[in-house]
């Protein structure tokens, strides 16, 4: 929602541009690997995929972690990794991958190229798999590795997920909202929706389902017409976040995409990536338009980060108290068990700077900072800058959401470092409360993008202008 309770405003609109290339193209950052399954495949997930397939499966990885060419312009991965790989996507299908490790009844074995190998790596920790490179033999002479399912792990944490969110959909749960009767039964049928790939294969869509349906509930639990108009007047964001609260822990069907924009957020301490990325993917399939408002995809960031975090700080503060009594335990025998107990202690000092790091992630998102935007004029051709990365990746985000069809590197340098700045502090804006914005980023702030003359661009190419130093 807006912060100030009421109806989202609408975002910033990318103004014309005096110079842009003759085909206009229109693309959309696919959320979810299974929107190229079919139905038969998608209905088999649950229950482990058979190796036809599995096999499709891995096709589609590969399609995404290798043969992806725009793909590094829309990651957020480590440098090897970056130039392969979409990250949502990525996210998406290693998700699906966890589900088939966690819930196929058999063992089988991958046929996976080795790039594909490095980048499952290069995401392991955060999505909760780890590759044990041991059991991996050398690629092949087509540069192709055999990976056996026993190579790949899946953390107790993620797996307890998986099967609890498994355990759901084969219940199948009541999802008539008037039959509803209870809390748990809302929060059953609200997992169950956020998971249903088959009727919904893209993750936005399942949320914003999951929300008719709490909103329905709600509609029939109301005890007046009252009631029932109050609730007519809730912003669809309120009504994420009250649903949040319902489930309790981000169920897995979610953890792919709030852990995607939970790290990057952490990452560059700023919501501006993690803004252009929701907002990417929730672009219009065929017109390449946005469906939602920009408001309202900056409050979808924040419900969803804040989500992952208080889930990872539950998991934590459930974790210090299994310390605690651990200690507790050992203290009846404290000249013996003293290196235990450290120990223990050890691990509550790291859970507990863990939740603090948490509740940073969360004030990124809530209290953002104007930092990035304030020193980008310095930073953006100074290498030396301590945010020069940050402040180049921002604007290649920016420019790609709402310029797709512009070459960054022809766009005028002045009106370039300009709209990056505001376009930062208007997206920020978007996080704050209406009362502690920013004043000097707004969009009225915005121009008209100008591109380079043709004499200006022959320049750069002859002179290889090389950022400052």
Not at 66 to 71: L, Q, T
Not at 378 to 392: Q, S
């Amino acid at each position: 929602m807006a912060r100030n309770g009421k109806a989202p405003k609408k975002g910033a609109e990318a103004p014309k541009v005096k110079v842009v290339n003759k085909e206009e193209k229109k693309t959309e950052e696919v959320l979810d690997f299974t929107s190229s399954m079919t139905k038969e495949q998608l209905q088999s997930r649950a229950a482990g995929l058979d190796p036809n397939h599995r096999m499709d499966m891995i096709r589609v990885m590969h399609e995404t972690f290798r043969m992806d060419p725009m793909a590094p312009t829309h990651t957020g991965f480590s440098a090897e990794a970056v130039t392969q790989i979409n990250k949502i996507n990525a996210a998406m299908q290693v998700s699906a991958l966890i589900c088939e490790l966690t819930l196929a009844k058999n063992e089988f074995t991958m046929l996976m190229p080795a790039p594909m190998v490095e980048s499952i790596k290069s995401i392991g920790a955060e999505m909760g798999i780890h590759v044990n490179t041991k059991l991996l033999p050398a690629p092949d002479a087509n540069g192709n590795v055999k990976v056996p399912s026993k190579a790949i792990s899946v953390d107790a944490e993620t797996k307890k997920s998986v099967k609890e969110e498994a355990k759901i959909m084969e219940e199948k749960p009541e999802l008539n909202p008037q039959k509803i009767k209870d809390e748990e039964g809302l929060r059953k049928a609200a997992i169950y929706v956020l998971a249903d790939t088959k009727t919904n294969v893209r993750p936005y869509n399942r949320i914003c389902a999951a929300i008719d349906l709490y909103y329905s509930w709600l509609y029939f639990q109301a005890a007046d017409e009252a009631a029932k108009e109050s609730l007519k007047s809730t912003p669809k964001a309120t009504l994420f976040e009250q649903l949040t609260g319902i489930l309790g822990k981000c169920p897995f069907s979610m953890e792919g995409m709030s852990k995607i924009l939970f790290n990057v957020t952490s990452m560059t301490k700023t919501p501006v990536s993690a803004f252009c990325m929701l907002r990417n993917n929730s672009l219009d399939s065929s017109t390449g338009r946005p469906t939602i408002d920009d408001s309202l995809v900056a409050d979808f960031v924040r419900i969803l980060v804040r989500w992952n975090a208080t889930s990872r700080i539950e998991t934590d503060n459930e974790s210090i108290e299994t310390c605690k009594n651990n200690i507790a335990v050992l203290s009846k025998n404290k000249k013996q068990n003293a290196a235990a107990i450290t120990k223990e202690e050890e691990k509550i000092k790291a859970y507990e700077a863990a939740i603090e790091s948490y509740n940073d992630v969360i004030k990124f998102v809530t209290e953002p900072e104007s930092h990035y935007a304030d020193v980008l004029p310095e930073a953006y051709d100074n290498v030396e800058h301590e945010d020069y990365k940050t402040c180049r990746r921002l604007v290649g985000e920016i420019f790609k959401t709402y310029f797709p069809d512009v070459e960054i590197k022809n766009v005028d340098k002045e009106c370039l470092l300009r709209n990056g700045q505001q376009y930062i502090g208007v997206i920020l804006n978007f996080f704050r409360d209406p009362l502690s914005q920013f004043k000097n980023y707004t969009e009225s702030n915005i121009v008209e993008i100008v591109m380079k003359s043709d004499e200006e661009s022959g320049e750069k190419e002859e002179t290889s202008e090389e950022p400052k130093k």
